[in-house]
């Protein structure tokens, strides 16, 4: 697992925005925890704010020196201990403070003992706290008959006006002309007596009271005071929670995938594009789509293969010009050699001069072969594309035979048995290669020297085996630099300039493929292998 991190950017990049994923979704939890307590204390103080605003409206309409004796009264009356205080003496946060100057109640829990309800007086220099330890039914038929109290002080007709005051937002408080519905005969009758009634609605988890208020000017008309009703809280379900965030986090998921995707396959191009110019195929280019980061990377890679384009282009320009202009001195030379072997019948003079002749022929080799390197260098650094045909390897393998055979009368060259071989390249480089490597086994061989053409699914192989002494493992790179020789000579017993093996590999990256060294197993030489895609579709079109 470590390895598959270590080679995929994507991988990697996706593994740590999953934990980060992981550390977002432990974070929804806690916001979705802290989204329910909140939700939990704006119930509460919704809950408290009708029976808060009742005691402060009464409060207010009495002379502060009956504030003691009222407050102790109802305190015993509702079983919770009420209080005004000055604001100063408090210690209110900011906050807290700027909530309770805009007529908020605030609830707090007291260490596990109760509640804490504060609401501050009109003026704001005088706060009314309640404590108590639970809401009993008690309490609830206190506060309501406390409110049907108030409300009896005024006639019917001023009862609404005078509720508006008290009323919450979301409890509801209304004054009914008619009794409420939904209650059985035993409630109406409750009613009636000046109870205050409660109903419960099982379906809902909600409860509403009711209590009939009287004229108390004497007249027989009765209203109805409704409160409720009230739902109770309902917290998130913890599996509506998981099912939200799981739904972001998948959200979010497939977006960073389709984000850091792109990224990958942007930097897939230019991967290619490197491998592309790696093989030799340096008039690629990386497709600028943007200005961020990756496009500034691709300008500069473009910038790069440019300016590699250009110095390539330079050096084989250089050797192209140098070895044509090698020729007119060697000619001058092999002109001037056969005027004097014309002019002179010593045998010593003439053995001379058949030796000059031989080092004017080879450095004649020479030259063509620093041309064709130098030409197979110009093709691939100036972009040109290969003239691809369907070319018969074995009838190749049997003309680099023929070519080769009458020069080494002490070996047998040999093609092994096998089918016909149709394989897509440059006829002419594609020969020129395996032409190269038999002339090397040539060099080395004892007494035999084997070609082998084989088709394998979506390449073709041909190896090249001698009976030689083989190649040492720790020589086997070297030997495709060129002018590399084993034993770093030039002596015409080796033959050889140093280029061949490195046409062959310039041939070989060329077409896309490449070129091997390795032990002979029939032979016990060196067994040289070309390797050369092929693409089917490709290859049926054109035949």
Known sequence: MRRVLADSTFLRVYVLLALALLLTFGLALLGVAMVDQVRREHHREQLAEVPMRLLAQRLETMPAEA????????????????????????????????????????????????????MMLSGGEQLLQVELTSLSEHQLRGLVALLGEWLVEVP????????????????????????????????????????????????????????????????????????????????????LQLLMVLILLAVLGATIYLIVRGVEARMARLELAATRIATGRLDTRVKVESGDFLGRLGMAFNGMAAQVQALLRAQQDMIRAVSHELRTPVARIRFAVQMVEDMTDDPAIRRQLQGIDGDIEELDGLVDEILTYARLGSDAVNGREMEATLVDCRAMAERVIAALAPLHG????????????????????????????????????????????????????????DDGPGVPPGERH????????????????SGGYGLGLSIVQKVMTWHGGSVGVDDSPALGGARFTLLLPQRLGEMHRDS
């Not at 079983?79 to 309770?100: C, H, I, Q």
Request: aromatic content about 8%.
């Open 67 to 118: 504030h003691a004796d009222w407050l102790e009264a109802q305190a015993r009356h509702l079983d919770m201990s009420l209080s005004v205080l000055p604001v100063e003496a408090t210690s209110l946060g900011y906050f807290t403070r700027l909530r309770l100057e805009r007529g908020k109640v605030l609830v707090q829990q007291r260490n596990g003992r109760g509640w804490r309800l504060q």
């Open 156 to 239: 019917p007709a001023e009862r609404r006006e005078r509720l508006e005051w008290v009323a919450g937002i979301s409890v509801p408080v209304t004054l009914d002309e008619e009794p409420p519905s939904g209650l059985d005969p035993y409630q109406l009758g409750r009613l009636a007596d000046g109870e205050v009634v409660m109903h419960l609605f099982p379906g809902r988890w909600s409860m509403a009271m009711y209590l009939a208020l009287p004229d108390m000017s004497g007249g027989d008309k009765v209203s109805w005071l409704s409160i409720g009703p009230v739902e109770a809280f309902e917290p998130v379900p913890r599996a």
């Open 410 to 465: 002490h070996l047998s060259i040999e093609l092994a048995e096998g089918p016909e071989v149709e394989a897509l390249a440059e006829a002419r480089y594609l020969q020129r290669a395996l032409q190269n490597l038999v002339a090397n086994a040539c060099r080395y061989a004892t007494s035999r020297v084997v070609i082998q053409v084989q088709a394998e699914p979506r390449l073709l192989r041909i190896d090249v085996e």
């Open 478 to 493: 070297a030997i495709f630099k060129p002018f590399a020789r084993l034993d770093d000579s030039r002596t015409r017993s």
